[in-house]
């Protein structure tokens, strides 16, 4: 026989918090507060298990359950001294909701269960308490209605109109008629009118009565606390979280306690710790005279717990502490007991049955980036944790907040949000509004701080995107081109904020019914994906000199290397002041954007077009001292660390000239007719340029280009050696699918080497080569390629597109799609596909090091800065991850984690 059924009460209980997966984290926590002898009424927890069957039979219970809870009810009613659905003492109850891992209000719970009219009578005379149980009553009947007999039945009503609003609008309209300020002052013959009105709007609404048998209630309610799994907000939470399907919710069957009995019952919500910014001390809410869903659904506004919790919004209202202090004190002690057995910060429910406490719900909190890192911080300077896991109680995520400037929580909590959208780019920005990328640029170079406001971006905002603090679009998704950028970036951004209506030529943008209009000011918290108007406090995280002392202890437990993706002097510096040990992607064809871009543009240009090799090699001569001055610079700034250097890799018709007057310039300069400028440009053209003439395949064409960049790189290294200083280049060939394209540049390196050594009579230089994996057939030739290469370092940008077949830049039509129907669980170009990517990198490292064992392995795509894929990296013995510098803390903790998991054996 399966066991369904957990019970808890009366200082033990079946389970304890290790069994969340069963239990889901509120019964798991609820049975170990239990086992600790606190004040827990009884109760009795439905598996998750319970929920799979039930779902996937359709909605029916297992035979057995019924049994095991009629027996577990028994002994709640041993425990407390009242039966359910008794009419004399009656026993009532919660059906509360509860997965693995805490989905904040995403499922439902039901309160009050086993009040009807058999039941209200035997309350009232035990209670001597009219207008509690009538409050109780009304309660029930609106939450039950709402989630069991309209949500779990699949009822969708038209917005507004569906059976909780109307129920609190009759509420509202009896509460404005009589002039009653607080649902507190709704005496007991209205609450009892009431209650009869909403069961009769009940039958109307949804055509059938209002459940008056304890029993029918019970298991109505049980039924609609699984099908809440599947209710839209929690499908939706579970994508973003990526928490699989599979995990079901446990149901949670509790004795009532009344926190609505009057003035010396309360109910209230607290954190062991300030969850915001981690200091240490009690900090929670508290509401009088009322039931759990009071305080956070905000009808009223909630009590400080004590002197700690006081704000401008609640300083006037008594705290618990001075309200009622011996209850205060109990609930201090248990909060230090609390914490001191789990060794965490916890957020904790209680309520208080006249005078009386009890727990309800204890959890692991939630916090904020900040606020983790002090906690984690104190709490081993406490002693209560230890170095190993203080590096576990960072999550890599809340490191990203706080290497970004963060709109200061305080004044957000008193602001208003005008817009909402998807928190695509961490931290917080303000300035005035532009609509144009050029704008930005212009607004920028004049000093004024703008957030660049957009339909969507594409590539030709890009300049725009960088010169502003923030970004803003009224479309695309978390995948779309803004939120990629600005994540790479580490730039505040929030997008598709579908609210907004831009006007281009008026160059507003009109939210709700006001218009913003270019130079106003707003604030995005690109962390959550808020806009407000007019500029909020800023507060800078990194400033906190306990970050740099976390990442130190981190780095005693990491073993991975990370390195950077870095192009120019900039980002190489930054790099650097975030823990970088090496560059793993140098791409040489940075130079040939943005800033002073013209000059090796104009070479590079010339270069292309020409007809003949000597054409070619004079134009690369002249390009020869950019890229030997960029690429110095850089080995120079990574002194003694490897600079992994990529080969020109983008297809050249690319940089082909359109313009009139470039074609016209490189005609001068190449001494021919510009149409034959147009003419060799047209030549360039291809149907699929992704899978075209570019990276390696340009120097099997036209070695000479392979070689000056190999000539580059090496005289760079010796100048620099000359200088005393220590060079380390790593030469890596892009778009390889074969060995013999590494062993014929291969023979050019080693030829411009050899050259090099004797004109600056050098022993060696200390270089390496290898190249990238990015195309499937390069990866299963693994062994083959490693014949020839000192290094590999996986692109996984082109792996995962061409592995899967999707264009990268052509995957906004459809990814949403395939997310939402969960065809895949996650955007391979953001998190590797360790089913079909991840194989062929397993595959392609255990193949290399079999030819050469000492193969440096490395990645080098998006993927390197995500906590995922740097796990993944780690299990798969990379030797290092690059990713961009902003994410280097993210990947070293990421590696650290993973380090520690693997030796406590997760
Ligand atoms: P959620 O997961 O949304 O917090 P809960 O199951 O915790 O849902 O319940 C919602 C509210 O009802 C909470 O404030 C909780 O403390 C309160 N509550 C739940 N069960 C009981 C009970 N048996 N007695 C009194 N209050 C309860
Ligand atoms: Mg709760
Ligand atoms: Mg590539």
Known sequence: MTTYVYSFGNGAADGDAT??????????NLAEMA?????????????????????????????????????????????????????????????????????????????????????????IKKTGNER?????????????????????????????????????????????????????????????????TFKKTVREVLGVDFPDKPEDQLWGAIGAVFKSWNGRRAISYRRIEGIPDQWGTACTVQSMVFGNMGATSATGVAFTRNPANGENRFYGEWLPDAQGEDVVAGTRTPNPLNNDTKNEQNAHLPSLEEEMPKVYAQLYEIRNNLEKHYRDMLDIEFTIQEERLYMLQCRVGKRTGPAALNMAMDMLEEKMITEKECVMRVKPSQLDELLHPIVDPAHEKTSTVIAKGLPAGPGGAFGQIVFTAQDAVDWHKSGKQVILVREETNPEDVEGMRAAEGILTARGGMTSHAALVARGWGKCCIVGAAMIKLDFKAKEMRIGGKVYKEGDVVTLNGSKGLVYEGALKMVDATENPRFKAFMTIVDRYRTMGVRTNADSPQDTLVSLEYGAEGIGLFRTEHMFYGGDSEEPLFLLRKMILSDTEDERRQALEELFPFMKRDIQATLETMDGMPVTIRLLDPPLHEFVPHGRSHQEELAKALDIDIDDVVRRGEELQESNPMMGHRGVRLGITYPEITEMQVRAILEAAAELIRQGKNPLPEIMVPVTCDVKELIFAKAITDRVYADILKTFSLDAIDYKYGTMIEIPRAALLADKMAECADFFSFGTNDLTQMTFGFSRDDTGGFMADYLDRGIIEADPFQTIDQDGVGQLIQYSVERGRKTRPDLKIGICGEQGGDPASVAFCYANNLTYVSCSPFRIPIARLSAAQAALKAEAGK
């Open 35 to 123: 086992q600790l002898g606190l004040p827990v009424p009884a109760g009795f927890t439905l598996s998750t298990d319970c929920c799979n069957d039930f779902l996937s039979s359709g909605g029916n219970y297992p035979g057995e359950l019924r049994e095991q809870v009629q027996s577990a009810l028994a002994a709640v009613e041993g425990i407390m001294g009242m039966k359910f659905g008794d009419p004399e003492n009656p026993l009532l109850v919660s059906c509360r909701s509860g997965a693995r891992q805490s989905m904040p209000g995403m499922m439902e719970t039901v309160l009050n269960v086993g009040l009807c009219p058999a039941t209200i009578p035997g309350l």
């Open 132 to 196: 509690f149980v009538y409050d109780a009553y009304r309660r029930l009947i609106m939450m039950y209605a709402d989630v069991v007999m309209e949500k779990a039945e699949g009822i969708e009503p038209i917005d507004g109109m569906g059976i909780r609003s109307q129920l609190d609008r009759i509420m509202e309209d009896l509460k404005e008629e009589k002039n009653y300020i607080s649902d507190t002052d709704i005496p007991a013959e209205d609450l009892k009118n009431l209650c009869d």
């Open 19 to 28: 069994q969340a997966e069963l239990l889901g984290g509120k019964g798991a």
